[in-house]
């Protein structure tokens, strides 16, 4: 299995495009998560997913959009990109039974410019 | 609101030296406890979790909910244990099993 995996590794944006972080899981989790990583700080919940075609907004949303069509899928749209979104982003997923064991994608490295 | 506190970005011990790493919570209900570490090049995984109060790799966490911590603990630190270690905690409502993460300490062990 290869478990979580997210393309591209590396991205450089300017101010106001926009892209798509694709994220895919073999596993069969029902739970999937976006999270953002800035320099010093932990991760920060932007969207989940508790299936396909359910998702709900975590603690920081706002400039993101995310889709759920598929159990494996999850990608996260970056809409007008913003110097503030420079970060390190890592999708994961989970058994809806198994409480806290998330398993992560190796990350994209985003910066905007 | 819940919240999560590692007070130590960087964590510097000797090989053979005890270690603990600090984390605080705050939550108002019945807080689910977790220790994720990542090791260089590596993803972020679960070291270990403190209801099924085990040992891995060494390393055991107490949940002291007087305290509101649960520090990861180990008596003997390997070279192999530098990494960044992450306290996370389970108590979101609107299910999804959501985590909220500490911001990390880095842990070096040195010769």
């Known amino acids: 299995n290869a478990g979580v995996t997210q393309t591209p590794k590396f991205r450089i944006l300017k101010i106001g495009q926009s892209m798509t972080l694709q994220c895919t899981q073999d596993m069969n989790h029902n739970y999937m998560y976006w999270y953002r990583q800035d320099p010093g700080m932990g991760l920060k919940l932007i969207y989940y997913s508790v299936g396909a075609g359910i998702t709900d907004k975590g603690e920081v949303p706002n400039g993101y959009n995310v889709s759920r069509s598929t159990t494996e899928d999850f990608p996260l749209r970056l809409e007008l990109a913003a110097p503030s979104q420079t970060s390190v982003y890592f999708c994961a997923s989970s058994w809806a039974g198994e409480k806290g064991e998330q398993y992560f994608g190796p990350g994209t490295r985003l910066t905007v410019t | ?111």
Not at chain 2, 48 to 59: C, T, V, W
Not at chain 2, 89 to 97: K, Q
């Open chain 2, 1 to 111: 609101a819940q919240r999560v506190t590692q007070p130590e970005k960087l964590l510097s011990v000797f090989k053979g030296a005890p270690v603990e790493l600090k984390c605080n919570y705050s939550y108002s209900g019945s807080p689910e406890l977790f220790w994720y570490v990542q090791y260089s090049r590596q993803r972020l995984q679960l070291l270990l979790r403190h209801i099924s109060r085990e040992s891995i790799k060494g390393f055991t966490a107490d949940l002291n909910k007087g305290e509101t911590s649960f520090h990861l603990k180990k008596p003997f630190a390997q070279e192999e244990d530098s990494a960044m270690y992450y306290c996370a905690l389970s108590g979101l409502t609107g299910g999804g099993n959501k985590l909220t993460f500490g911001t990390g300490t880095q842990l070096k062990v040195e010769l």
